[in-house]
């Protein structure tokens, strides 16, 4: 009985937090990808950006790193969400704003030219009829944080992206 006991004291005594990259959680409607290798998404680049000092941060700065190419069986929209961490050296500071930054797409169809990254799915490619293989070429912009007051530290920037057919 006292092992019993001891389990449950191990299993359930203990409260270790765990820190991780949460995705968000996938626009609605998102239907499945459909059968086999004729839908898929493959992403080429990094979806990670690390920005060591935001002493360097009073210009704005674009990279486009990342190409998506879909394949869809169905018309599809494309969606990127972004989360922002800041971790110092010593504990973990308040991150940069994650609508600092932007994003474009080419090939976006009837997508807005450009969209303020947010944690939450935002379109920024919409395909109405289904494609062997569309590219988008995503353009991140990073504004100007020229008053931004925050200590130094290591900010990630962390993109996911998603793409959703319909019917």
């Known amino acids: ?20 990259q949460v995705e968000p959680p996938l626009p609605s409607p998102c239907y499945s990808y459909g059968p086999g290798a004729k839908n898929n998404m493959t992403v ?11 002493a360097d941060f009073e ?4 990279s486009n790193t990342i190409t998506v190419n879909v394949e869809s069986t169905l018309g599809y929209r494309l969606y ?3 989360v922002v961490t800041a971790v110092s ?9 994650v609508n600092a930054f932007s994003i474009s797409s080419t090939n976006r169809g009837t ?3 450009s969209v303020t990254l947010s944690e939450s799915y935002m379109e920024v490619a919409y395909q109405g009829t289904k494609t062997s293989g569309t590219t988008h070429v995503l353009t991140i912009t990073r504004n100007a944080l020229n008053d931004y007051k925050q200590a130094p530290g290591t900010h990630t920037l962390t993109l ?3 793409y959703c057919q319909f019917l």
């Open 89 to 97: 050296a010593s504990s973990t500071n308040d991150p940069i704003p």
């Open 160 to 162: 996911h992206i998603r």
């Open 1 to 20: 009985m006292k092992n019993i006991y001891l389990l449950f004291l191990i299993v359930f005594g203990f409260n270790i937090p765990v820190f991780a």
């Open 59 to 62: 210009s704005p700065q674009s």
């Open 44 to 54: 080429t680049g990094s979806t990670t950006f690390t920005f060591n000092s935001i």
């Open 111 to 113: 997508s807005p030219a």
């Open 80 to 82: 990127i969400a972004g």
